[in-house]
T-cell receptor, first 114, second 113 residues
């Protein structure tokens, strides 16, 4: 089944404790990205990647890192999480990264930083 | 910059009622427009899309027409069901921004019997 998977689905952590949220897709997509969803703000892009070893900042990159060492994986790293990073996070992928390509979303990771 | 404005929710309707969720956008050039749906506890799913002016996207009884003259992409359904209860997001991609989706704030729809 074609899908985007994220782990963990739920995470409660404390300020300053490094964490990684994994994202994997099995559709051989070149384009992957991370969004965060906050009430009243919709979804905002954090980082995106056009291909392996090619990443760039989205609208809200502060406090996050990403890497794209393999085509299928695009982990999101919070080196020193803070409470304002409490949010619902979605990974997405698409075939070629053009405006007409359909983006497929993962099920989401709900992160709480205490 | 690019932006999407959706009507505030929540929207509460009785089953079989007509649904309209308004969406307007601001963008330079000619964006592609999308409606995504998020069912409770799930990720976003593409509901429909339109890539050029006057295109009509449709899926599962939902429709939206890309209106360049009014910069709108309103979502409509003639007869909603309880199973349509979800949050609906209008979004755009501007061709020069490498597939970054710009989302509206979402509209929660609650359909009751």
């Amino acid at each position: 089944e074609a899908q985007v998977t994220q782990n963990p689905r739920y995470l409660i952590t404390v300020t300053g404790k490094k964490l990684t949220v994994t994202c994997s897709q099995n559709m051989n997509h070149e384009y992957m990205s991370w969004y965060r969803q906050d009430p009243g703000l919709g979804l905002r892009q954090i980082y995106y990647s056009m291909n392996v070893e090619v990443t760039d900042k989205g609208d809200v990159p502060e406090g996050y890192k990403v890497s794209r060492k393999e085509k299928r994986n695009f982990p999101l790293i919070l080196e020193s999480p803070s409470p304002n990073q409490t949010s619902l996070y979605f990974c997405a992928s698409s075939f070629g990264g053009t405006s007409t390509d359909t983006q497929y979303f993962g099920p989401g990771t709900r992160l709480t930083v205490l | 910059g690019n932006s999407v404005t959706q009507m505030e929710g929540p929207v509460t309707l009785s089953e079989e009622a007509f649904l309209t969720i308004n969406c307007t956008y601001t963008a330079t050039g000619y964006p592609s427009l999308f409606w995504y749906v998020q069912y409770p506890g799930e990720g976003l799913q593409l509901l429909l899309k339109a890539t050029k002016a006057d295109d009509k996207g449709s899926n599962k009884g939902f429709e939206a027409t890309y209106r360049k003259e009014t910069t709108s992409f309103h979502l409509e359904k003639g007869s909603v069901q309880v199973s349509d209860s979800a949050v609906y997001f209008c979004a755009l991609i501007y061709t020069g921004t490498a597939s970054k989706l710009t989302f509206g704030t979402g509209t929660r729809l609650q359909v009751t019997l």
